[in-house]
């Protein structure tokens, strides 16, 4: 992938580029780029975010100084996907820690603040609390310093951002594993049908769902990717189907109305569609799975069609705080998101309008779980807590 979604702009790297630049970001294999000095007369720091709005049709950079832009890049979709999300917040507060340090004033309050609001730009993606956790730990272990633990804060946010791509390699190792021995006999390769956008541009780099794709075509045990549109913002067709095009994995576009037709027509050929391969934003204690919207519709026909589902997220996307998906909060958009299509009305401006981002498919609809610390299948409170319990031990 010659595109990630977030990068750190060293102080070096910011007195030689114009603030309004357009950058190609550095590949996905190379180091993440960080400059730990704390020298604060050097000019600001940034962090760049590959803006997702205007993909694929341009590729942008929006540069931010602080933890307010970071949530409000976060809002409105600049960057998205449950794993980017906490490592751009992470980010947003070693970029506060160096404003405060810059400005002066009471450090620990303005960096309590800047956590609260970074917490509120997306109510759903579990990995936001859990990177802003990690993030007050290192503040909270700073307390006696007299300035903010700019230096500590970013070696911290560079570790989540590191993690992250190394926890989707694993797991994408441990799905791949999961497709070739679901293969029937005399099989060799199968088809799969995936939504939303969970590839390079939603996490540190791999991917989740798509991280395992990726690594199931290399392994030529995968044919064809079915990508669902994903409305109302189009991340399959705008971001997965690009990814897809840029790593040269055969893929074809469908309107989600067509996922039944796609099933139905493969279970009759041998390399029909046999996996839905989803991410997840949060993950009960039983297994229940909120993820982008039309994710439980497509479990349910992929049920009423043989076709198995796979849930590809990190084991910081589980809530063990909750019991069971009724209790995930689901975050509702602007109602403009369905009533306007390319800046011209489609919908009567007095329509009620419900637009939820995600949905909950229930425990009994998922086949596996993939996480960078194992599979759990047929998940439920029992697997899912000794996956959780087995984990904590290592």
Known sequence: MSLVPIRWVSQQECTSREEDTAGTPPDASADVTHDVTSDVTQPAVKLALLDQRLLPGETREVLLEDARGVATAITDMVVRGAPAIGIAAAYGVAL??????????????????????????????????????????????HATQSQAPYEALLKEAVRIHEQDLDDNLR?????????????AQGETRCEVMTHCNTGALATGGHGTALGVIRTAYAQGILGRVHVNETRPWWQGSRLTAWELVQERIPARLAVEG??????????????????LIVGADRIAANGDTANKIGTFSLAVQARAHGIKVMVVAPLATF?????????????????????????????????????PVFDVTPHEYIDA?????????????????????????R
């Open 369 to 393: 779980i993939v996480t960078e610390h194992g599979v759990v299948e047929s998940p439920d409170s029992d697997s899912v807590g000794a996956l959780l319990g087995r984990a904590m031990r």
């Open 258 to 275: 067509a996922a039944s037709l796609i099933m139905q027509q493969g279970a009759r050929t041998p390399e029909g569609v046999r996996w």
């Open 96 to 141: 506060e820690a160096f404003v405060i340090n810059r400005e002066g004033g009471d450090w620990q309050s303005r960096l309590a603040s800047a956590c609260d609001v970074l917490a509120a730009s997306r109510p759903t993606a579990v990995n936001l609390f859990w990177a802003l956790d990690r993030m007050r730990k290192v503040i909270a272990a």
């Open 319 to 355: 809530d063990g705080s909750l019991a069971s998906g009724a209790d995930i909060p689901i975050e509702t958009r602007d109602a403009a998101e369905l009533r306007e299509a390319g800046g011209r009305q489609i919908a009567p401006q007095d329509i009620d309008v419900f637009n």
């Open 171 to 183: 797991m994408a190792e441990f799905g791949a594993q999961v497709i070739a021995a679901s293969l």
